[in-house]
């Protein structure tokens, strides 16, 4: 998967309706969960977490690599703990209507994008 194209998608997709904590400053601001839910229905693979402070961070493993699209909202680097997580774990802390936003305007824009970009380019590392 192109990793640059799909966090272009995302950041176009991310809004106060997709998490209450979204910044303009800070667009990826508690959208791991959502972002992970999305991203595991329209690529497949798994989701994972690990700790951030006190909280549960959520991403995705697809054909065996790691990608935290919203990796940027921290100061830090994220130490990855790779501890496999329920799609219950990830929606346990959001509502339903942030995830059907998302998950409508990702898959509305990704639809608009062809498909050569999206998929991985072996000349690229992503």
Known sequence: MN????????????SLKSSTLWT????????????????????????????????WHFYNSIDGLSYDFTAEQFESPVEYLDLPATREEALADLNINQYA???TRFKETLAKIPSSMVKKNSDTQD
Do not use: M
């Not at 329209?42 to 402070?53: L, W």
């Open 24 to 55: 303009e400053n800070n667009p990826a601001r508690g959208q791991c969960n959502v972002t992970a839910l999305v991203i595991q229905d329209c690529f497949g693979g798994k989701i994972f977490k690990t700790k951030v402070s006190d909280k």
């Open 3 to 14: 990793e640059t194209v799909i966090k272009e998608i995302l950041r176009k997709c991310w």
């Open 101 to 103: 936003y998302l998950s």
